[in-house]
């Protein structure tokens, strides 16, 4: 892997007419490495020292590059043993789950950091999503997404307040808030399609604006049709794979 990123380093700046930082290019040189799959998730980089002698830079240039990955969410740090890059986070299709219950599957602390959790009256169009009368109760969620100190998605949420009586109640998973009222959902319908972040959603992630993400749509049923939950999510889109598995006739 160090002679795959030297080359990669090497090829950036034979083609790089505009002198471009030597720790824009370090960075870059690890982003395509890491899109192309010759670093894998999991898979440690070499030392600081060594990237240092590899490459014939300076300590604080690898390390200002590292830093910049590390903030992106392509890698992580660990004490004493150094950097590795970050696992992709799959969510299926196929199953009906939390992004809580997601992220505890592969051994992440899932936290939430929150800018909104009101009660009001529904707007129209908050009503046709939710299927509720005019002048009803809604709650509205909006947060960053955690997977430890790394934000992986923005939400928007909307929940009948007949069916969340607390909003405060929820503290991570959403799901969890509404099982002891007997309301955690048994369907849902969801609309993924690729977009580029606006500003604000960006920085929210720690992303340059323009980055490329996922839009996730989706509402989310009880066993009696009742619409519980209504969420528009901003995915990383090079934090996460989405896998649905297909079945012949």
Avoid: K, W
């Amino acid at each position: 892997m160090s002679s795959a990123l030297s080359r990669e380093y090497q090829r950036l700046g034979a083609a790089d007419t505009t002198r471009t930082l030597a720790y824009v290019r370090l960075r870059r040189a690890v982003h395509n490495l890491i899109d192309s799959g010759v670093l894998q998730p999991g898979q440690a980089l070499p030392s600081e020292r060594d990237l240092c002698t590899q490459l014939s830079l300076s300590r604080v240039t690898v390390r200002r590059a590292l830093s910049g990955l590390v903030e992106s969410g392509l890698l992580t740090q660990r004490h004493g043993a150094g950097s590795f890059v970050a696992e992709r986070i799959q969510r299926s299709f196929s199953r009906l789950t939390s992004f809580t219950d997601d992220l505890r599957e592969r051994g992440l602390n899932p936290r939430s950091e929150f800018f909104e959790r009101s009660v009001g009256e529904v707007t129209p169009e908050e009503a046709m999503a939710l299927n509720l009368s005019p002048g009803s109760g809604v709650i509205r969620f909006h947060r960053v997404r955690y997977g430890g100190d790394a934000p992986l998605a923005v939400e928007r949420t909307l929940v009948p307040h007949a069916l969340l009586p607390d909003p405060m109640s929820v503290i991570d998973s959403l799901y969890e808030a509404l099982q002891p009222h007997g309301h955690r959902p048994v369907r849902a319908l969801q609309h993924l399609r690729a977009v580029a972040l606006d500003a604000e959603t960006a920085r929210l992630l720690n992303l340059p604006a323009g980055s490329p993400g996922l839009l996730i749509e989706r509402r989310a049923f009880l066993a009696d049709g009742r619409v519980v939950e209504s969420t528009r999510s901003f995915y990383r889109g090079d934090a996460y794979d989405f896998v649905a598995e297909l079945h012949s006739d």
